[in-house]
């Protein structure tokens, strides 16, 4: 009975360190632990909505972090990856967020800026905040960012020795953007069904 008991309790702790694992935010402070998964800094799970606060994330230089023993400020230059709430990923490069959206191939990230567009009007020029996204991509999951286009990607491609020919039969510039009903990005659907593979 005993160690029937002492089963059940193994059970629930390993169920419960499970479920928190899967739902915690936090840090990776090097490429080497965000490769491994590993998070250098763990959020608070138990005050998770709140673990990251977006708002000085994505305005300010530094993140701010609750965990067990408090909170901490992280300048972005120390910072390599984060890991939200609600399981978004974001590398970190030159203090900018750089969303992962898809890693079932190239990793391919977006990146928001925003700027000042001028709008004239009949008497004056006024300008307005405008957000323009940008996508970047990677081979590998540390890889260097560059940004999306055919000719990156064929040259990448030749860098892992892939058939840089195929990009060639890739449609156009303008589907690289584009992704699918569950979210794949055509390029990403194109090279599995070509390769046959997917991570």
Do not use: W
């Not at 000085?56 to 972090?65: D, G, H, L, R």
């Not at 609750?66 to 203090?95: C, M, P, W």
């Not at 449609?171 to 194109?190: A, R, T, Y």
Request: aromatic share 12%; hydrophobic share 35%.
């Amino acid at each position: 009975m005993k160690k029937l008991f002492a089963a059940i309790c193994l059970l629930i702790l390993a169920y419960g360190q499970s479920f928190a694992h899967k739902n915690c935010a936090g840090i990776y402070l090097s490429a080497e632990d965000f490769k491994q998964n590993k998070l250098s800094i763990i959020a608070d799970t138990s005050k998770c909505k709140k673990a990251i606060k977006t708002d000085n994330f994505f305005c300010k230089p530094y993140i701010t972090v609750q965990t067990a023993s408090g909170k901490l400020r992280i300048h972005k230059d120390s910072v390599y990856a984060v890991r939200t709430n609600r399981n978004e990923i974001f590398r970190i490069e030159n203090e900018k967020n750089y969303q992962l959206l898809d890693s079932s191939n190239l990793y391919i990230y977006k990146l928001e800026i925003i700027k000042s567009v001028p709008r004239k009007t009949l008497y004056t020029t006024r300008f307005e905040k405008e957000t323009v996204i940008k996508y970047y991509f990677s081979t590998t999951k540390t890889g260097k960012l560059q940004e999306l286009d055919l000719t990156n990607v064929r040259l990448a491609c030749m860098e892992k020795n892939k058939d840089c020919q195929l990009v060639k039969q890739f449609p156009k510039q303008e589907d690289l953007n584009k992704q699918n009903e569950s979210g794949q990005f055509l390029i990403n659907e194109f090279f599995n069904k070509k390769y046959n593979t997917t991570k």
